[in-house]
């Protein structure tokens, strides 16, 4: 028996004959309301994310129907968002279930004018954004680095895993680079964020760099060792004053017997973060992949990847953590220390870094049904972080005033509190 889907459908059915809910019912569509950002501006990145909601007719909010609490439960197909941009061909629309008409939606941009069409049902919205790339020599970069043998491999529970890397990490960053850009915005700075170069295709430009140690020597360095090794290779033959990095281990693997990583490392400071690739197997690899990714219920198995879950133990959430904690490394690299806020980037809240995109937590171990978050709750920076970032020469959405702006760092590497199981 499916026992995720058991989770998801039967437990809720029994909920609601014993207890009874009360909740809004379905809504005839009216207008498709994006909330954040205003049709025809002007992005320096190029995923743009779309917040708002379905407005519709007045809904009686106590109105008793056991039918639709099922439904919203699972959340209601019938009122999913399809987001597509008809400049970028070929077509790949984005899908995202609505929770209560509210929904997060990601478009991937175009350098010029995008030209957006939202749909929902028989209700359309057509809106337009700008893309204009960053012109700043100052970047973040991603280094992926293997052991002398080149060896790319993730580790992974999937079957067929493509093992594609590359895809996997550009992801990532177009993520994590739209998260700082969104968390600046609603602090107050505008949309500062940091820049990486692409290729011709718009894909995040990754280096793949081999260490001169063997896989069994690496597997029993220290997370400081790995570090200052990482730190003296990149440093020595990929020079870049004008970088910052962040470097993914290639070598990292889980012992199930031992129940500890090995060749591992999380950690970030003067200029570079370094995490592991043991979560990469759940990351998603294009950007329509990411609510799949999100919302992926299937159990972690332990015996074969390391499983920083948070306690969740599904897909969905080891890849929101390690996603989340490869930004956090990237922060101590762009000079921001540890904060005590628990929905920080900086702080755990690392775990929380889906919710940057997503109106819902996915049903999990710590919660049988899904769980709608309030946005105090979703992932940010602290407003001192902000500050910071808003005159650092890695966060600018023009051209910046190098006689203002103003480089900070951390003087050591800082180490992630790892959330496991």
Same mark, same amino acid.
């Given at each position: 028996? #499916?026992?995720?889907?058991?989770?998801?459908?039967?437990?809720?059915?029994?909920?609601?004959?014993?207890?009874?809910?009360?909740?809004?019912?379905?809504?005839? &569509?009216?207008?498709?309301?994006?909330?954040?950002?205003a049709?025809?501006?002007?992005?320096?990145?190029?995923v743009?994310?779309?917040?708002?909601?379905?407005?519709?007719?007045?809904t009686?909010?106590?109105?008793?129907?056991?039918?639709?609490?099922?439904? $919203?439960?699972? *959340?209601?197909?019938?009122? @999913?968002?399809?987001?597509?941009?008809?400049?970028r061909?070929?077509?790949?629309?984005?899908?995202?279930?609505?929770f *209560?008409?509210?929904?997060?939606?990601?478009?991937?941009?175009?350098?010029?004018?995008?030209?957006?069409r939202?749909?929902?049902?028989?209700?359309?919205?057509?809106?337009?954004?700008?893309?204009?790339?960053?012109?700043?020599?100052?970047?973040?970069?991603?280094v992926y680095?293997?052991?002398?043998?080149?060896?790319? *491999?993730?580790?992974?529970?999937?079957?067929?895993?493509?093992?594609?890397?590359?895809?996997?990490?550009?992801?990532? &960053?177009?993520?994590?680079?739209?998260?700082?850009a969104?968390?600046?915005?609603?602090?107050?700075?505008?949309?500062?964020?940091?820049s990486?170069?692409?290729?011709?295709?718009?894909?995040?430009?990754? %280096?793949?760099l *081999?260490?001169?140690?063997? =896989?069994? $020597?690496l597997?029993g360095?220290?997370?400081?060792?790995?570090?200052?090794?990482?730190?003296h290779?990149?440093?020595?033959?990929?020079?870049?004053?004008?970088?910052k990095?962040l470097?993914?281990?290639?070598?990292?693997r889980?012992?199930?017997?031992?129940?500890?990583?090995?060749?591992?490392? %999380?950690?970030?400071?003067?200029?570079?973060?370094?995490?592991?690739?043991l979560?990469?197997? %759940?990351?998603? %690899?294009?950007?329509?992949?990411v609510p799949?990714?999100?919302t992926?219920?299937?159990?972690?198995? @332990?015996?074969?990847?390391?499983?920083?879950? =948070?306690?969740?133990?599904?897909l969905?959430?080891?890849?929101?953590?390690?996603?989340?904690?490869?930004?956090?490394?990237?922060g101590? =690299?762009?000079g921001l220390?540890?904060s &005590?806020?628990?929905?920080?980037?900086?702080?755990?809240?690392?775990q929380?870094?889906?919710?940057?995109?997503?109106?819902?937590?996915?049903?999990?171990?710590?919660?049988?049904?899904?769980?709608?978050?309030?946005?105090?709750?979703?992932?940010?920076?602290?407003?001192?972080?902000?500050?910071?970032l =808003?005159?650092s020469?890695?966060? $600018? #959405?023009?051209?910046?005033?190098?006689?203002?702006?103003k480089?900070?760092?951390v003087?050591?590497p800082?180490?992630?509190?790892?959330?496991?199981?």
């Amino acid at each position: 028996m #499916n026992t995720q889907k058991l989770k998801v459908t039967v437990l809720p059915l029994i909920a609601s004959l014993f207890m009874g809910t009360l909740f809004a019912l379905p809504v005839k &569509a009216q207008e498709i309301n994006i909330e954040n950002i205003a049709s025809g501006s002007v992005l320096r990145y190029p995923v743009a994310l779309l917040r708002g909601e379905l407005r519709g007719e007045k809904t009686n909010q106590t109105q008793l129907a056991t039918s639709s609490w099922i439904e $919203q439960v699972n *959340r209601d197909h019938r009122h @999913a968002i399809t987001v597509s941009n008809l400049s970028r061909l070929p077509l790949c629309p984005y899908r995202a279930d609505m929770f *209560r008409s509210q929904f997060k939606a990601l478009t991937e941009l175009v350098p010029g004018e995008n030209h957006i069409r939202l749909e929902c049902g028989d209700v359309t919205k057509e809106f337009t954004l700008i893309y204009r790339p960053m012109p700043s020599i100052r970047k973040v970069r991603f280094v992926y680095v293997t052991d002398k043998s080149g060896d790319t *491999r993730y580790p992974t529970q999937l079957v067929s895993d493509p093992q594609d890397y590359r895809n996997k990490i550009d992801t990532a &960053a177009k993520l994590m680079q739209t998260f700082m850009a969104e968390r600046m915005n609603t602090l107050g700075y505008g949309r500062k964020t940091f820049s990486f170069d692409t290729d011709a295709n718009g894909k995040v430009t990754i %280096s793949t760099l *081999r260490l001169p140690c063997t =896989a069994e $020597q690496l597997k029993g360095y220290s997370q400081y060792q790995i570090w200052s090794l990482v730190q003296h290779e990149v440093r020595k033959r990929l020079p870049n004053d004008n970088a910052k990095t962040l470097v993914i281990t290639a070598f990292s693997r889980y012992d199930s017997k031992q129940s500890k990583p090995l060749g591992y490392a %999380s950690l970030g400071g003067m200029d570079y973060g370094v995490v592991s690739n043991l979560g990469m197997c %759940s990351w998603p %690899s294009t950007i329509t992949q990411v609510p799949n990714a999100f919302t992926d219920t299937t159990s972690v198995d @332990a015996t074969r990847i390391y499983n920083q879950s =948070a306690y969740r133990n599904t897909l969905w959430s080891l890849a929101s953590t390690t996603i989340g904690a490869a930004l956090h490394e990237l922060g101590h =690299a762009l000079g921001l220390e540890h904060s &005590a806020n628990p929905y920080c980037v900086m702080s755990t809240g690392y775990q929380y870094f889906h919710r940057a995109f997503m109106v819902d937590d996915a049903p999990c171990d710590l919660s049988l049904f899904p769980l709608r978050f309030e946005e105090a709750a979703a992932i940010t920076l602290d407003g001192s972080m902000a500050r910071q970032l =808003a005159n650092s020469l890695w966060l $600018q #959405n023009s051209t910046p005033n190098y006689r203002m702006a103003k480089s900070i760092g951390v003087r050591r590497p800082l180490a992630l509190k790892v959330i496991v199981h």
